[in-house]
């Protein structure tokens, strides 16, 4: 199968998306698939084997961490020589909006798959919130145009469904089982994260460090117990704000760790902190589970999905102290927090990558079936 790949974000980047991407792309080529990624050129021309073709990349002004690609006509062109069997837009807004276009234009299979709450994140920036009916319109055009849509959890599905989207689908969570792992525990990694104190329960936290993440939320809890450290692990436009907003706390930011020493600071904390409430998933709180992890997570419906109160995590009330504080303290029985550690790791075992992006190529595999037939009817 020939497979091009349209998306805004790709490698050297780090996110949810970057991360199932690339998983996707390492499983289609190990099974002898052609595959084409084209992306904002970010110095990336390949990968495992596939081709990346990079569009000249811009800084818009409301996100200067991150660059995008605007709408390419070379998107058309690339796909003329390719001649792709399946056209996947990841997450189609800028230069993935093209490849819908182009796909209709050249009647190719498409298959569109919404990863980022865009619309959502509008709501924490005041300027752009207005926008936001005319950001779902886009959205809804856009993903109405393709012969299949996929969306991360079954919440997104329905919030999506309610927007009159069609065909949609849930695509399976994935992780990295053996990249993340309790084994990789390391004493000196906790003595780092809690800066020589290893005896404060350490809660880790790993993303992007924007507005929408809400990171915030989790200061009062540091200002009301002292036995608690926090690291923060990732950077992004909100650091320097976040860095004043936790001065005088038990709080380290380490920037982007990747690889093995990420790894380790993984497995190596308490607990996974998630404050967020505008996920479409939260690829993090897998490999937090797959890590051994237990996930105090802000109620929402991509958390409720994912994590089982007191079993695997423990949830708490979106924006309440108490209600935190109280999830927090559900950690100082060291049997039961054993006891979500082991079954974390358990409930993340099943969802290792292959499995996740088979299903991927499956989806491929309908949606050129039911363009063809839409091609069979129309002749």
């Given amino acids: 199968m020939k497979i091009a790949i349209v998306t805004e974000t790709f490698l050297p980047s780090t996110d949810g998306v970057v991360t199932r991407l690339t998983q996707a792309v390492r499983y ?6 052609e595959v084409l990624v084209i992306a904002p050129d970010l110095g990336v021309y390949e990968y495992e084997g596939a081709k990346v073709e990079g569009i000249k990349p811009i800084t818009l002004p409301f996100y ?3 660059k ?58 005041k300027l752009y919130k207005p926008a936001k009916p005319i950001m779902w319109s886009h959205i809804k055009k856009l993903h109405n145009a393709a012969d299949l849509n996929l969306c991360t959890s079954e919440s ?32 000196r990694m906790r003595e780092r994260l809690t800066r020589g104190d290893k005896s ?23 200002d009301r117990r002292d036995d608690v450290a926090l690291a923060i692990i990732g950077d992004g436009p909100e650091r320097n704000e976040l860095m004043y907003t936790f001065k005088g706390t038990n709080t380290i930011f380490t920037g982007f760790l990747h690889g093995e020493e990420l790894s380790r600071v993984f497995a190596s904390a308490d607990a996974f902190i998630f404050p967020s409430v505008t996920e479409t998933l939260g690829l993090v709180i897998l490999e937090a589970m797959a890590s051994g992890l237990p996930v105090i997570a802000a109620k929402s419906g991509p958390t409720i999905e994912q994590i089982r109160d007191g079993k695997t ?6 924006e309440n102290v108490d ?13 039961k927090l054993n006891e979500m550690k082991i079954q974390a790791r358990k409930e993340a075992e099943k969802y290792a990558w292959d ?6 190529l499956d989806f491929y595999e309908q949606t050129i079936k039911e363009h063809n037939v839409k091609n069979a009817v129309h002749i």
């Fill in 28 to 33: 289609f080529r190990s099974l002898g698939h």
């Fill in 200 to 222: 404060k329960k350490l809660l880790i936290f790993v993303g992007r460090l924007a507005i929408e993440k809400e990171i915030h939320k989790i200061k009062p809890l540091l």
């Fill in 68 to 125: 995008f690609a605007l709408p390419s006509s070379k998107v058309k062109t690339l796909l003329e020589e390719y001649k792709p069997d399946i056209v996947h837009a990841a997450n189609p807004l800028l230069i993935a909006a093209s490849a819908v276009h182009y796909a209709h234009h050249l009647n190719l299979p498409l298959i569109a798959s919404y990863h980022t709450h865009i619309p959502k994140y509008m709501d924490y920036y």
């Fill in 64 to 66: 200067r961490s991150k």
């Fill in 355 to 360: 499995k996740a992006s088979q299903a991927l």
């Fill in 156 to 187: 997104i599905k329905n919030e999506l469904l309610e927007k009159n989207i069609k065909q949609l689908h849930v695509l399976q969570r994935g992780v990295d089982i053996e990249r993340n792992h309790p084994d990789f525990y390391d004493e």
């Fill in 313 to 318: 995590g423990i949830l708490f009330e979106n």
């Fill in 323 to 335: 209600s935190m504080l109280a999830a927090i303290e559900r950690l100082e029985d060291k049997e």
